[in-house]
Protein backbone atom coordinates (compact mmCIF):
# COMPACT_ATOMS: atom_id res chain seq x y z
CA UNK A 1 0.00 0.00 0.00
CA UNK A 2 1.27 3.00 -0.77
CA UNK A 3 -0.09 5.54 1.95
CA UNK A 4 -2.69 8.17 1.29
CA UNK A 5 -1.99 10.41 -1.47
CA UNK A 6 -2.58 13.85 -2.76
CA UNK A 7 -3.49 15.33 -5.85
CA UNK A 8 -1.95 18.41 -6.61
CA UNK A 9 0.89 19.28 -4.04
CA UNK A 10 0.61 22.84 -5.15
CA UNK A 11 -1.78 25.09 -6.10
CA UNK A 12 -1.34 28.69 -6.58
CA UNK A 13 -4.94 30.78 -8.05
CA UNK A 14 -5.96 34.21 -8.21
CA UNK A 15 -8.63 35.16 -5.80
CA UNK A 16 -12.29 34.53 -6.89
CA UNK A 17 -10.82 30.91 -8.91
CA UNK A 18 -12.27 27.92 -8.11
CA UNK A 19 -10.05 24.64 -6.85
CA UNK A 20 -10.81 21.40 -6.36
CA UNK A 21 -8.75 18.85 -4.57
CA UNK A 22 -7.99 14.96 -4.47
CA UNK A 23 -7.38 12.62 -1.67
CA UNK A 24 -7.09 9.19 -2.15
CA UNK A 25 -6.83 7.39 0.97
CA UNK A 26 -5.52 4.12 2.17
CA UNK A 27 -7.54 1.31 0.27
CA UNK A 28 -10.13 -0.10 2.16
CA UNK A 29 -10.04 2.51 4.85
CA UNK A 30 -14.07 3.54 4.92
CA UNK A 31 -12.95 6.61 6.92
CA UNK A 32 -11.48 9.64 5.35
CA UNK A 33 -10.96 13.83 6.76
CA UNK A 34 -10.39 16.59 5.42
CA UNK A 35 -8.28 19.17 7.95
CA UNK A 36 -6.77 22.44 7.09
CA UNK A 37 -3.42 23.55 8.34
CA UNK A 38 -2.43 27.28 8.31
CA UNK A 39 1.59 28.51 9.41
CA UNK A 40 3.12 28.29 12.41
CA UNK A 41 -0.42 26.16 13.89
CA UNK A 42 -1.50 22.74 14.09
CA UNK A 43 -3.88 21.18 11.61
CA UNK A 44 -7.78 21.92 12.18
CA UNK A 45 -10.38 19.67 11.36
CA UNK A 46 -12.53 20.61 7.97
CA UNK A 47 -15.07 17.31 7.87
CA UNK A 48 -14.94 13.51 7.76
CA UNK A 49 -16.59 10.61 5.74
CA UNK A 50 -17.39 7.21 6.89
CA UNK A 51 -17.76 5.78 3.21
CA UNK A 52 -19.53 7.73 0.82
CA UNK A 53 -21.43 9.31 4.11
CA UNK A 54 -20.21 13.12 5.13
CA UNK A 55 -20.74 12.38 8.78
CA UNK A 56 -19.52 15.97 10.20
CA UNK A 57 -18.35 19.60 9.12
CA UNK A 58 -16.76 22.00 10.86
CA UNK A 59 -17.88 25.60 11.34
CA UNK A 60 -14.88 26.06 9.67
CA UNK A 61 -16.65 24.58 6.20
CA UNK A 62 -18.06 27.69 5.03
CA UNK A 63 -20.29 27.39 2.53
CA UNK A 64 -17.97 28.01 -0.61
CA UNK A 65 -16.42 24.94 0.68
CA UNK A 66 -18.16 21.18 -0.30
CA UNK A 67 -16.49 17.57 -0.43
CA UNK A 68 -17.80 14.94 -1.59
CA UNK A 69 -16.88 11.28 -1.67
CA UNK A 70 -19.35 9.58 -4.19
CA UNK A 71 -18.01 5.50 -4.35
CA UNK A 72 -16.65 5.97 -1.04
CA UNK A 73 -13.11 5.63 -2.34
CA UNK A 74 -11.07 8.91 -3.13
CA UNK A 75 -12.56 11.96 -2.09
CA UNK A 76 -12.82 15.79 -3.51
CA UNK A 77 -12.51 18.81 -1.62
CA UNK A 78 -13.45 22.04 -3.75
CA UNK A 79 -13.64 25.33 -2.85
CA UNK A 80 -15.48 28.15 -4.75
CA UNK A 81 -14.41 31.80 -4.93
CA UNK A 82 -10.89 31.85 -3.19
CA UNK A 83 -9.82 34.59 -1.23
CA UNK A 84 -6.82 35.07 0.32
CA UNK A 85 -7.74 33.74 4.04
CA UNK A 86 -8.42 30.17 2.21
CA UNK A 87 -4.15 29.82 1.33
CA UNK A 88 -3.09 26.77 3.39
CA UNK A 89 -1.93 23.11 3.26
CA UNK A 90 -5.05 20.71 2.76
CA UNK A 91 -4.50 17.62 4.57
CA UNK A 92 -6.14 14.60 4.17
CA UNK A 93 -5.90 11.68 6.17
CA UNK A 94 -7.75 7.92 6.03
CA UNK A 95 -8.34 5.40 9.01
CA UNK A 96 -9.67 1.77 9.39
CA UNK A 97 -12.27 1.86 11.94
CA UNK A 98 -14.37 -1.23 10.84
CA UNK A 99 -11.40 -3.16 12.23
CA UNK A 100 -10.99 -0.89 15.36
CA UNK A 101 -7.76 0.73 14.70
CA UNK A 102 -8.00 4.22 15.88
CA UNK A 103 -5.01 5.49 13.47
CA UNK A 104 -5.44 8.30 11.07
CA UNK A 105 -2.58 8.43 8.40
CA UNK A 106 -2.06 11.69 6.41
CA UNK A 107 -1.36 12.31 2.89
CA UNK A 108 1.24 14.97 2.23
CA UNK A 109 -1.16 17.62 1.80
CA UNK A 110 -1.91 20.08 -1.08
CA UNK A 111 -0.47 23.82 -0.11
CA UNK A 112 -2.56 26.62 -1.75
CA UNK A 113 -1.93 29.61 -2.14
CA UNK A 114 -4.61 32.58 -3.28
CA UNK A 115 -3.00 35.36 -4.73
CA UNK B 1 -14.36 21.57 22.49
CA UNK B 2 -10.71 20.00 23.27
CA UNK B 3 -8.24 22.48 23.64
CA UNK B 4 -5.02 21.22 23.26
CA UNK B 5 -1.57 23.07 24.62
CA UNK B 6 2.25 22.71 23.58
CA UNK B 7 5.28 24.58 24.14
CA UNK B 8 6.69 26.04 20.92
CA UNK B 9 10.16 25.18 20.68
CA UNK B 10 12.66 22.21 22.31
CA UNK B 11 16.32 22.56 21.51
CA UNK B 12 18.53 19.56 22.53
CA UNK B 13 21.78 18.51 21.75
CA UNK B 14 22.12 15.11 20.02
CA UNK B 15 22.18 11.89 21.65
CA UNK B 16 20.66 13.82 24.61
CA UNK B 17 16.57 12.64 25.68
CA UNK B 18 14.11 14.70 23.84
CA UNK B 19 10.91 14.94 26.14
CA UNK B 20 8.01 17.15 24.83
CA UNK B 21 4.78 17.84 26.96
CA UNK B 22 1.05 18.42 26.04
CA UNK B 23 -2.03 19.30 28.05
CA UNK B 24 -5.62 18.50 26.85
CA UNK B 25 -8.71 19.33 28.57
CA UNK B 26 -11.13 17.02 27.15
CA UNK B 27 -11.14 13.93 29.64
CA UNK B 28 -13.13 11.93 27.01
CA UNK B 29 -10.32 11.66 24.57
CA UNK B 30 -10.71 7.92 24.06
CA UNK B 31 -7.02 7.80 22.25
CA UNK B 32 -4.20 10.59 22.33
CA UNK B 33 -1.80 11.07 19.54
CA UNK B 34 1.72 12.59 18.71
CA UNK B 35 2.42 13.12 14.95
CA UNK B 36 5.95 14.46 13.48
CA UNK B 37 5.96 17.00 11.10
CA UNK B 38 8.64 17.78 8.53
CA UNK B 39 9.07 21.14 6.84
CA UNK B 40 6.47 21.05 3.97
CA UNK B 41 5.45 17.55 4.25
CA UNK B 42 2.43 16.20 5.77
CA UNK B 43 1.96 14.29 9.43
CA UNK B 44 3.45 11.47 10.24
CA UNK B 45 2.09 8.92 13.12
CA UNK B 46 4.42 8.82 15.65
CA UNK B 47 2.27 6.54 18.10
CA UNK B 48 -0.56 6.75 20.06
CA UNK B 49 -1.85 5.68 23.52
CA UNK B 50 -5.61 4.31 24.56
CA UNK B 51 -6.77 6.78 27.48
CA UNK B 52 -6.81 3.43 30.00
CA UNK B 53 -3.02 3.32 29.80
CA UNK B 54 -0.05 5.27 31.83
CA UNK B 55 2.68 4.48 29.79
CA UNK B 56 3.50 3.39 26.04
CA UNK B 57 7.21 2.24 24.91
CA UNK B 58 8.08 1.65 21.42
CA UNK B 59 11.78 1.81 20.25
CA UNK B 60 12.97 5.40 21.11
CA UNK B 61 9.72 6.60 21.96
CA UNK B 62 8.01 6.68 25.37
CA UNK B 63 4.54 7.89 26.08
CA UNK B 64 3.17 8.64 29.33
CA UNK B 65 -0.03 9.53 30.16
CA UNK B 66 -1.44 11.09 33.36
CA UNK B 67 -5.28 11.66 33.32
CA UNK B 68 -5.75 13.48 36.59
CA UNK B 69 -3.60 16.33 35.14
CA UNK B 70 -4.81 15.81 31.69
CA UNK B 71 -1.17 15.46 30.61
CA UNK B 72 0.64 14.24 27.36
CA UNK B 73 4.23 13.40 27.17
CA UNK B 74 6.89 12.42 24.40
CA UNK B 75 10.40 11.12 25.14
CA UNK B 76 12.50 10.58 22.70
CA UNK B 77 15.63 8.51 23.30
CA UNK B 78 19.04 9.12 22.19
CA UNK B 79 17.79 12.38 19.74
CA UNK B 80 19.30 12.74 16.94
CA UNK B 81 19.34 15.40 14.09
CA UNK B 82 17.05 13.35 11.91
CA UNK B 83 14.47 14.01 15.26
CA UNK B 84 14.13 17.44 14.12
CA UNK B 85 10.68 18.61 12.92
CA UNK B 86 7.62 19.96 14.56
CA UNK B 87 5.73 17.50 17.04
CA UNK B 88 2.03 17.69 17.09
CA UNK B 89 -0.27 15.96 20.01
CA UNK B 90 -3.60 15.48 19.85
CA UNK B 91 -6.91 14.10 20.68
CA UNK B 92 -10.17 12.57 19.58
CA UNK B 93 -11.90 14.56 22.42
CA UNK B 94 -15.04 12.40 22.26
CA UNK B 95 -15.51 11.84 18.32
CA UNK B 96 -13.34 10.51 15.51
CA UNK B 97 -12.01 14.00 14.53
CA UNK B 98 -8.51 15.15 16.02
CA UNK B 99 -7.43 18.58 17.61
CA UNK B 100 -4.24 19.22 17.71
CA UNK B 101 -2.16 21.58 19.75
CA UNK B 102 -0.19 24.10 18.02
CA UNK B 103 3.28 21.64 17.65
CA UNK B 104 6.64 21.84 19.52
CA UNK B 105 9.67 22.47 16.97
CA UNK B 106 12.33 20.37 18.36
CA UNK B 107 15.67 21.22 17.24
CA UNK B 108 18.52 19.09 17.38
CA UNK B 109 22.34 20.33 17.94
CA UNK B 110 25.46 18.57 17.38
Known amino acids: DTGVSQNPRHKITKRGQNVTFRCDPI?????LYWYRQTLGQGPEFLTY????????KSRLLSDRFSAERPKGSFSTLEIQRTEQGDSAMYLC?????????????FGPGTRLTVT | GEDVEQSLFLSVREGDSSVINCTYT??????LYWYKQEPGAGLQLLTY?????DMKQDQRLTVLLNKKDKHLSLRIADTQTGDSAIYFC??????????FGTGTQLKVEL
Open chain 1, 93 to 105: ASSDRDRGSPEQY
Open chain 1, 27 to 31: SEHNR
Open chain 1, 49 to 56: FQNEAQLE
Open chain 2, 26 to 31: DSSSTY
Open chain 2, 49 to 53: IFSNM
Open chain 2, 90 to 99: AGTGGGNKLT
